[in-house]
Each structure stands twice: as structure tokens, then as C-alpha cells.
């Protein structure tokens, strides 16, 4: 069964730097997606990607975030100057029916920041 | 504002016995309903969506849900459950701002299975 792959497992970071989250989604998905989970909390939904570029974003999506598709094969997530609050569980998500909602998630980035 | 309520933070049931998990919305118009199993150290697993049509929906692992407008709930149901369908499940609702990849959460149940 395909998969949506995420690198690294864990990353941890210190407080002001950049941090890259990769993703591969799966390879005929047209939507992609970004969702974290802050410990105990909900998971919550950062931003929608379509036809290379944003469709929707949440609060969350500040200035210091931002996503791309470098290639054909890769999606990722950069935040910009790291906050401690930043730290959670990033998944990455990929669809491809009607509006495309998120079928696939992958098994999640824990980030870290001190 | 839109949310969604899983009353039932940790669930217990032995194997073999027959399994609902409760999920109410709150949303304003009609909604996309979904629930998601993760396994843990692992990624959210889409059991069953409903956009319309039947109410009751057959989702893979032989999970199905029934969406309830009256009651606002799309609770998940299996009737006989496995040592394996020990996890954490997660119901969603989509739709905002026409967009189905913008899922408002709940908080998530956990399932322990007792043999």
C-alpha cells in the first residue's frame, strides 16, 4: 500500500533557527497538507496545497511558516525562526478525490525545540 | 464556531465484544464527517468518510459509522473487536470555507482491548 513518507523522525532545534520538514506524499495525490499535534492536544490544521500553491491556511500559518514543492516528488514544511511553542507532532497528509480530503497521513515529525 | 466532542477519552473493551465510539459536531452547514485510527509512533489511518447519501457508512477493518443529523453524532461502530483494534481514534469534521482538507479534530479516544 503506498505511503506518505516524512523525514526526519525527530528533529530537535534550538529556539530561533530554521527547521525543514520533508515529506514525500504519495506519487498520483494532486493535495497536500500539513497538520500538527501538540502533546495532549488536538491535531489541528495548518495549511491545504494545490496545483503549487496554497488553497487554505489556518491562524496557525503565520509569517514564519511556509511550504513548498521543490520537485515533483517532495512537499515541505520551513519554519522560519523557531518558537518553543512550535514543538509538536508534524504530519504531513495527502488526498486525491473531489476537494481532496487527506486520506494518507504520514507517520509524523516530532519537533523539538529548546 | 465549529468543533467536535469525543466525550470518552479512553475506552476499554474485551475482545470480541461489540465496540461504539461517540462523536458529536458542531458545524453550520452540512458537514464532512471522518473518522482516523493511529497506531501508536504512527500516522492518522482514514477508516470511513460521509459526504452525503446513506447515513450508515462501511469503512475498511470492518468499522462503520452512522451519521445523525437530528443528533448531531457520527459515532463508530464494530461489532466484534480485535486485539489489534487497540488505538487512539479521532473523529473529524471538514468542509470550512468549502475547503475538505481544513479537518477540525476532537480530542481522540483510546481503545484498550482486554483478551
Known amino acids: 500500500e503506498p505511503e506518505v513518507t516524512q523525514t526526519p523522525s525527530h528533529q530537535v532545534t534550538q529556539m530561533g533557527q530554521e527547521v525543514i520538514l520533508r515529506c514525500v506524499p504519495i506519487?498520483?495525490?494532486?493535495?497536500f497538507y500539513w497538520y500538527r499535534q501538540i502533546l495532549g492536544q488536538k491535531v489541528e490544521f495548518l495549511v491545504s496545497f494545490y496545483n503549487n500553491e496554497i488553497s487554505e491556511k489556518s491562524e496557525i500559518f503565520d509569517d514564519q511558516f511556509s511550504v513548498e514543492r521543490p520537485d515533483g516528488s517532495n512537499f515541505t514544511l520551513k519554519i522560519r525562526s523557531t518558537k518553543l511553542e512550535d514543538s509538536a507532532m508534524y504530519f504531513c497528509?495527502?488526498?486525491?478525490?473531489?476537494?481532496?480530503?487527506?486520506?494518507?497521513f504520514g507517520d509524523g515529525t516530532r519537533l523539538s525545540i529548546l | 464556531a465549529q468543533s467536535v466532542t469525543q466525550p470518552d477519552i479512553h475506552i476499554t473493551v474485551s475482545e470480541g465484544a461489540s465496540l461504539e465510539l461517540r462523536c458529536n459536531y458542531s458545524?453550520?452547514?452540512?458537514?464532512?464527517l471522518f473518522w482516523y485510527v493511529q497506531s501508536p509512533g504512527q500516522g492518522l489511518q482514514l477508516l470511513l468518510k460521509y459526504f452525503s447519501g446513506d447515513t450508515l457508512v462501511q469503512g475498511i477493518k470492518g468499522f462503520e459509522a452512522e451519521f445523525k443529523r437530528s443528533q448531531s453524532s457520527f459515532n463508530l461502530r464494530k461489532p466484534s473487536v480485535h486485539w489489534s483494534d487497540a488505538a487512539e481514534y479521532f473523529c473529524a469534521v471538514g468542509g470550512y470555507g468549502g475547503s475538505q482538507g481544513n479537518l477540525i479534530f476532537g480530542k481522540g479516544t483510546k481503545l484498550s482491548v482486554k483478551p
Open positions: 506519487s498520483n495525490h494532486l493535495y
Open positions: 497528509a495527502s488526498g486525491n478525490r473531489g476537494g481532496g480530503q487527506p486520506q494518507h
Open positions: 458545524y453550520g452547514a452540512t458537514p464532512y
